[in-house]
């Protein structure tokens, strides 16, 4: 299995291609070389990706519980009613 690897590795494919191939070739190297600064930039990137969204999405907004939202509805509903229930001239 070493030899396989080695033979595999050494072989050329996309570490060559790296050097003076073009995007393709230089993404394949840099998914599967494994190489941790290039799992910390993934992590990186993948973080932003996700994190920036959801950063935008919860500032300044305050999370309200099914309570807090219940009791809104019905006071909605209760503006509306009252405000259907007066008599019209």
Known sequence: MG????STS???GATAGAAGGGFRSRMD????SGE???VFAGIVIITAIFGVPWYLMN????????QDYLEKADK???ARLSSA???SK
């Open 59 to 66: 500032r300044g907004s305050k999370h309200q519980s099914h």
């Open 76 to 78: 909605a509903r209760s």
């Open 85 to 87: 229930s007066l008599p």
């Open 29 to 32: 190297h840099y998914l599967y």
């Open 36 to 38: 941790k600064k290039h």
């Open 10 to 12: 050494s072989n050329g």
């Open 3 to 6: 030899k396989e690897t080695k």
